[in-house]
């Protein structure tokens, strides 16, 4: 079985762009999860949703948003990036959103905002 | 709120001998579930064992076992054996019904020949 796949895996993007990434989960997964790491801030959870709906929200700006597809896959936008947007994100699904659920990671997306 | 301690920001271990790596949590929730996962350099998060808050016994898979006493919040992982590619940084999170994954701040291992 694939796992969790993520693209890009490395984008370059100047102050007051926008970008988007994607998250493909592993096959039968209904809910994908964010996060953002970072050498400060360690790993921050951005979001979570299922079956289309965001259940869940990390503490960051309006300028980070996500949404997912009928298909389980998802993306996560941010508008006027910052400098300090710079980080690996990360993209993990899951089964379900039990608590007992493996949540199973992708490579990440490295973004760099110059 | 929810909290996942992990103490020792760096650990040395030779190779083929085993290695603890410490985790200790908080939480007043009753059902929770107990994940380490292994970050190599690359950045993938590799999941490497689960224990759930009911389970009785000590998970295991393969070199890897997790040290669970309930009583004192922690969650130790073990790892057996050490291999030169287990070098990589560790990260124990927690599960909680309704709320997302929480990391620690993870311990970075090095093995040495």
């Known amino acids: 079985k694939a796992g969790v796949t993520q693209t890009p895996r490395y984008l370059i993007k100047t102050r007051g762009q926008q970008v988007t990434l994607s998250c493909s989960p592993i096959?039968?997964?209904?809910?994908v999860s964010w996060y953002q790491q970072t050498p400060g801030q360690g790993l921050q959870f951005l979001f979570e949703y299922f079956s289309e709906t965001q259940r869940n929200k990390g503490n960051f700006p309006g300028r980070f948003s996500g949404r997912q597809f009928s298909n389980s896959r998802s993306e996560m936008n941010v508008s006027t990036l910052e400098l300090g947007d710079s980080a690996l994100y990360l993209c993990?699904?899951?089964?379900?959103?039990?608590?007992?659920?493996?949540?199973?990671f992708g490579p990440g997306t490295r973004l760099t905002v110059l | 709120a929810q909290k996942i301690t992990q103490t020792q920001p760096g650990m040395f271990v030779q190779e083929k001998e085993a290695v603890t790596l410490d985790c200790t949590y908080d939480t007043s929730d009753q059902s929770y579930g107990l994940f380490w996962y292994k970050q190599p350099s690359s950045g993938e998060m590799i999941f490497l064992i689960y224990?759930?808050?009911?389970?009785?016994q000590n998970a295991t898979e393969g070199r890897y076992s997790l040290n669970f006493q309930k009583a004192r919040k922690s969650a130790n992982l073990v790892i057996s054996a050490s291999q030169l590619g287990d070098s990589a940084m560790y990260f124990c999170a927690m599960s909680r019904s309704g709320y997302a994954l929480n990391f620690g701040k993870g311990t970075s291992l090095l093995v040495t020949p």
């Open positions: 224990q759930g808050s009911y389970d009785e």
């Open positions: 096959s039968g997964h209904r809910s």
């Open positions: 993990a699904s899951s089964l379900l959103l039990a608590v007992t659920d493996t949540q199973y």
